[in-house]
Nanobody
Framework: QVQLVQSGGGLARAGGSLTLSCVVS????????MAWFRQGTGKEREFVAA????????DYSDSAKGRFTISRDGAKNTVFLQANNLKPEDTAGYYC???????????????????WGQGTQVTVFS
C-alpha cells in the first residue's frame, strides 16, 4: 500500500513561485509513476506533470511546460512540483498521485493512478 502526504502550496502573487512536496510511503518501484494534478472549483481534474520514478522521465501539460518542474528525491521518497511564474488561472487544489506502473501513453489520465494525496490549495492573486 502506498500513502502520499502533501505539503506546501498557499498564497502567491502572480509571477511568484511556490513549491509543493509529496512524501511517499510504501512500496515504490523504478517503474512507478508519480504525477501532479489540479482541480479548480467547478472544473474537472487536470493533469499538470508526471515523472517516472526510476529514470526520471518527465512529462508536462502545455500550461505547465516552461513554468513548472517536477522532480523526485529518491533518498527522501519525495516528489516536488516547483511552480514558477504563477498565474491566477493556476489557482486550484493540487493533488499528488502515484501508480505502480508509468504508462508513457496515458500518464496524463487520472485513472492511471491508484494512490492520491490529500490535496493542497494554491491561490494566485494579481
Amino acid at each position: 500500500q502506498v500513502q502520499l502526504v502533501q505539503s506546501g502550496g498557499g498564497l502567491a502573487r502572480a509571477g511568484g513561485s511556490l513549491t509543493l512536496s509529496c512524501v511517499v510511503s510504501g512500496r515504490i518501484f523504478d517503474r512507478s509513476g508519480m504525477a501532479w494534478f489540479r482541480q479548480g472549483t467547478g472544473k474537472e481534474r487536470e493533469f499538470v506533470a508526471a515523472i517516472k520514478w526510476g529514470v526520471g522521465t518527465e512529462d508536462y501539460s502545455d500550461s505547465a511546460k516552461g513554468r513548472f518542474t517536477i522532480s523526485r528525491d529518491g533518498a527522501k521518497n519525495t516528489v516536488f512540483l516547483q511552480a514558477n511564474n504563477l498565474k491566477p488561472e493556476d489557482t486550484a487544489g493540487y493533488y499528488c498521485a502515484a501508480s505502480d506502473y508509468y504508462d508513457k501513453y496515458f500518464y496524463y489520465q487520472p485513472g492511471q493512478y491508484a494512490y492520491w494525496g490529500q490535496g493542497t490549495q494554491v491561490t494566485v492573486f494579481s
